[in-house]
């Protein structure tokens, strides 16, 4: 089944313990993506992903880190995590080369930091 | 910068009825539109997707349409039932971007 899979789903973690959030597709997708969504705010842009090794800020890349090592997984990694991280968290990913180029989303992980 | 509002916040109606969730963009430069469905605290989940050179698409009770030049989508759902009670997002690509810019959303509720 195609997918875009993040783990964990929900995490409660202190602030400065460094975290990673993992996300995974399996239809060879160049293109990979976070998001945050906040109530009053909707969904912006983190940090997204046009191959490996090629990432670059999206719209509110502070605090966070990317890395694409291979072309089916983005971790997004909170080094020092504050209580304005606490969010809910979209992977999304999609096709650059050719099709339609419509964006598939994860399920979400749920964060919060104390 | 691309502005994507959605109206109505919120809707309200009995089951049954057909009802039209509204999208408006800033920037008429889009690649593509996608329509989404979230539930509470859940993922989303891509109704339809409408290129920028199409004029509408349709999915079972869905029907979205795009008029470009005007910066407007509409979303159409049929006989609604209280399984449509959700959030509706749209979403809208530029032209030069991959990243989606999203509205607010509208929160449905389908009453039995």
């Known amino acids: 089944e195609a997918q875009v899979t993040q783990n964990p789903r929900y995490l409660i973690t202190v602030t400065g313990k460094k975290l990673t959030v993992t996300c995974s597709q399996n239809m060879n997708h160049e293109y990979m993506s976070w998001y945050r969504q906040d109530p009053g705010l909707g969904l912006r842009q983190i940090y997204y992903s046009m191959n490996v090794e090629v990432t670059d800020k999206g719209d509110v890349p502070e605090g966070y880190k990317v890395s694409r090592k291979e072309k089916r997984n983005f971790p997004l990694i909170l080094e020092s995590p504050s209580p304005n991280q606490t969010s809910l968290y979209f992977c999304?990913?999609?096709?650059?080369?050719?099709?339609?180029?419509?964006?598939?989303f994860g399920p979400g992980t749920r964060l919060t930091v104390l | 910068k691309q502005e994507v509002t959605q109206i109505p916040a919120a809707l309200s109606v009995p089951e049954g009825e057909n009802l039209v969730l509204n999208c408006s963009f800033t920037d008429s430069a889009i690649y593509n539109l996608q329509w989404f469905r979230q539930d509470p605290g859940k993922g989303l989940t891509s109704l339809l997707l409408?290129?920028?050179?199409?004029r509408e698409q349709t999915s079972g009770r869905l029907n979205a349409s795009l008029d470009k030049s005007s910066g407007r989508s509409t979303l159409y759902i049929a006989a609604s039932q209280p399984g449509d009670s959700a959030t509706y997002l749209c979403?809208?690509?530029?032209?030069?971007?991959?990243?989606?810019?999203f509205g607010s959303g509208t929160r449905l509720l389908v009453r039995p």
């Open positions: 999304a990913s999609s096709l650059i080369r050719q099709g339609k180029r419509e964006q598939f």
């Open positions: 979403a809208v690509r530029g032209d030069s971007s991959y990243k989606l810019i």
């Open positions: 409408i290129q920028s050179s199409q």
